[in-house]
């Protein structure tokens, strides 16, 4: 079977930030012509900075600035080599010095924390060593263990500070494994929690095997003894624990620290730690910045430093407090995280907030879940009380405007985030109003519905004309295993006098989560469900089935009342998901530029893109060469020819409406050949009594193709025909013909010629194969669909699953 473009983890980021930059409040051009850390230029304006990670504001101390200039002079701009070869000593220096913030232990320096860890971590891990990664541990740890996988490493994940499960999963695992390594922040950059070092303590007790790796580049410098860090502070390193820090941040300079006990972990890294040897090393003036700052804190001057900030964190949390907002972030930490809800709330609350003369970040998905965005900020030497009186005076005010400007209620989002909002004059809640000009009708069976209302909206839209769904809800129901059971939501919005304006219908279902990740990963996955068949699954509330594609929602966009009529829509989809207890919903299938686009991302949907459609515009024919003369590309004719005509006596081919109990059985087996055969389009088997269900209803029909030599049937083609279209939804194959025979071809150019014998103006060809269908003249059409998860976990976990 052929390939399919397939949705990436990147590619929902990309679309993400890419609506975040167009809306200007992420990858934002400042412009100041110098930097004291107070204030950021932007577009003409003087914003107080909130976003910077300096914490200690070392980066403008006086002392760090002239001996980085008086290293440059001595040394140059760089050494150009190795430190396999040569290690200068002003990073030997430097390297003694962090050793002593460090109690004594041993220090690696690098360019950058990232470098560390993807040092460190292919140096230190073992084939036979198990690593369990923290959900939302850093990137720059996530990466250089995809890359373990490679060597045979195994790699698994746990649900952020989820103890019981990290534990679970050891004891399930410890005689597996040679050593076990948890790997987690110190300080989570995006919610400013913080590990619960008390309980990693008991785990190290208890399990001997278990090994600890910190990434605390933002615990630096504004915690601990020498500034060590928060993690260092607690925990210390030894032989079973190995902490990765920086020297940037709140360190003030650039660059990474590997901190070793184990002297044969330093050793091996030492002396050849991969891009320690291959990259080149610290610029001296960075290393005389950060001389400078490991002597400060090996200074009392630290703490003066650590003791300001955690005045003005202090201060900080009593105004959040005071102001009764949405922070979700620990008070011992200087990472603040406001939730805001949608992604469009979030997008206009920061808005608002940059045009108050304030600087803040944005966190939206897949950082955090699509329903729990919000702005995010830092807090820093540089800010001031009254500085934070002007933040925690603007949020305030701002927050319940962004959330009721954008259509969502403000106890919603305070009860999303664990917080009560009283009852005042400031804030009390406005009921919807309801729209008189509309008429919602909500039904759970297409019997219900009006036929001829729901044919004169679907009736040529692939498999869901009112006959169509009736088939549809026959088969998904009443069936022994729980993921062939669906749920079905249907919703008509009709004006007052009766005229339609909007209609579609979602399906509830166990999906697979990995339904379009690479075909590598859902074969990884499928292993698993081997004795879980449900790992990964989610409980999904989606629009149309999984049992058709095509366009599934009719709107008059013409109608005054058109916007009005998607807000009850999604009113609609939130109720039914509570109601079934969904985690995921998704709306699909959509052309680019699709009026509901931007709508529905606005509400928090994250934009991905799904495997490509294609539809061929029937051209009429009579024979093999009138086809043959439409195609203009002699390559294709030639491979039609080749793999297609040339076989046709080899061939009887029928077309049956009503089929024996018998050859359902048949059908559906060949259907399942196809199906364990295919990951690109990852979904549960359907029932197995399709094909008979199917018989039953005079639009549906069964293409068999068998050999003329022996009747053996080869191919089958489940195929629906509507007034003007014909759509043929499944192929089942006998996989012993597959070469020989080239059955799959020859099942492609029945499906071709069926729609063109039934004269019908257009034959929808489906999901896969782009290649082979385009030979017909069939249009590829891209499809986006538009995804809100409860959790991230699991995304997270499949995108683990992929090498690089």
């Not at 909007?502 to 999906?511: N, Q, R």
């Not at 991905?608 to 203009?632: G, Q, S, V």
Request: charged residues 25%; hydrophobic residues 35%; aromatic residues 12%.
């Amino acid at each position: 079977m052929a390939k399919i473009n397939h949705n990436n983890y990147l590619d929902v980021v990309d679309n993400v930030w890419t609506s975040a930059k167009e809306k200007g409040i992420m990858h934002i051009n400042s412009e100041e012509q110098s930097f004291n850390g107070e204030k950021f230029t932007i577009k003409g304006r003087d914003l107080i900075n909130f976003g910077t990670c300096g914490y200690l504001g070392l980066e403008t101390h006086p002392d760090l600035i002239a001996n980085s200039m008086e290293l440059t002079k001595k040394f140059g701009t760089q050494l150009s080599m190795s430190r396999a070869y040569i290690r200068p000593t002003y990073i030997q220096e430097l390297e003694e010095l962090m050793s002593q913030v460090f109690d004594g232990n041993k220090v690696i320096c690098y360019t950058s924390t990232s470098n560390a860890h993807i040092s460190v971590i292919a140096t230190i891990i073992k084939s036979n060593d198990l690593i369990i990664l923290d959900q939302q541990v850093h990137f720059s740890v996530q990466f250089p263990c995809k890359n373990m996988k490679l060597q045979g490493t195994e790699v698994k994940m746990v649900k952020h500070s989820n103890y019981e499960m990290l534990e679970e999963m050891i004891r399930e695992n410890y005689n597996k494994y040679n050593r076990i390594w948890y790997m987690a922040d110190g300080v989570y950059s995006m919610h400013g929690d913080l590990p619960d070092t008390v309980i990693l303590k008991k785990l190290l007790d208890k399990y001997p095997k278990l090994h600890l790796y910190f990434d605390d580049a933002h615990g630096m410098s504004w915690d601990g003894k020498n500034g060590a860090g928060y993690i260092y502070d607690r925990l210390g390193v030894n032989e079973r624990i190995v902490l990765i820090s920086t020297l940037a941040k709140g360190f003030g300079c650039v660059g990474g620290t590997a901190i070793f006990a184990d002297s044969e972990m330093y050793r091996r890294t030492d002396v050849f730690g991969g891009p320690l040897s291959y990259s080149h090393p610290l610029s001296p003036a960075n290393v005389g910045a950060a001389i400078a700052s490991a002597k400060i804190h090996l200074s009392n001057d630290i703490y003066t430093y650590q003791s300001e900030l955690k005045e003005l964190m202090s201060y900080m949390d009593g105004k959040l407090k005071e102001k009764n907002l949405t922070n979700i972030s620990s008070p011992d930490s200087p990472i603040y995280f406001i939730g805001s809800g949608l992604n469009k709330v979030t997008r206009n609350f920061v808005h608002r907030i940059l045009q108050e003369g304030i600087y803040v970040n944005t966190a939206t998905f897949p950082v955090v879940p699509n329903d729990k965005s919000g702005l995010r900020f830092t807090l820093t030497r540089h800010n001031t009380k009254s500085d934070i009186d002007l933040l925690t005076d603007a949020m305030a005010y701002h927050l319940p405007k962004a959330i009721e400007e954008e259509g969502d209620n403000v106890e919603r989002v305070y009860t999303e985030f664990g917080f009560h909002l009283p009852k005042n004059e400031n804030n009390l809640q406005i009921e919807p109003i309801n729209n008189l000009n509309l008429v919602v009708e909500e039904y759970t069976t297409i019997q219900d519905i009006n036929a001829t209302d729901w044919d004169l909206m679907f009736k040529d839209r692939g498999n869901i004309s009112h006959s169509g769904m009736q088939a549809m809800e026959e088969i998904f129901s009443n069936n022994d295993k729980p993921e062939e059971n669906w749920s079905f939501h249907y919703i008509i919005i009709k004006d007052k006098n009766g005229k339609l304006v909007l209609a579609t219908f979602f399906t509830g279902a166990i999906y697979k989560d990995d339904i379009v990740a690479q075909e590598n990963v859902s074969k990884q996955i499928e292993e698993i469900r081997q004795n879980d068949p449900y790992y990964l699954c989610s409980k999904t509330l989606a629009m149309g089935s999984l049992f058709c594609e095509g366009d599934f929602i009719y709107l008059d966009i013409e109608h005054s009342e058109w916007r009005k009529s998607v807000n009850h829509l999604f009113d609609f989809v939130s109720k039914v998901k509570k109601d079934i207890e969904a985690t995921a919903v998704i709306f699909r299938d959509f052309d680019e530029g699709h009026v509901l686009s931007q709508i529905i991302e606005d509400e928090g949907y994250a934009k991905m893109r799904m495997p490509n459609t294609n539809i061929i515009k029937n051209p009429k024919w009579e024979t093999t060469n009138d086809l043959m003369a439409l195609i203009k590309s002699k390559k294709k004719r030639d491979n039609i020819k080749q793999y297609a005509i040339r076989h046709l006596e080899k061939f009887d081919v029928k077309i049956k409406n009503q089929i024996t109990d018998e050859e359902a059985i048949q059908y559906f087996d060949l259907f399942e050949n196809v199906k364990k055969n295919n990951y690109a389009f990852n979904f549960f088997q359907y029932p197995k009594k399709i094909a008979k269900v199917l018989s039953k209803y005079d639009e549906w029909e069964f293409i068999e193709i068998s050999l003329k030599e022996n009747n053996h049937v080869v191919a089958v083609v489940y195929g629906c025909i509507g007034d003007d279209h014909y759509c043929p939804i499944i192929v089942g194959l006998d996989y012993n013909y597959i070469e020989t025979h080239q059955i799959y071809k020859q099942a492609m150019f029945q499906m071709v010629k069926r729609g063109n014998d039934l004269n019908k103006k257009t034959t929808y060809l489906g999901l896969t194969a782009d290649f082979e269908k385009q030979k017909y003249l069939a249009l590829t059409v891209p499809v986006w669909a538009y995804l809100k998860v409860d959790e991230t976990y699991n995304l997270e976990l499949i995108e683990s699953y992929s090498n690089i």
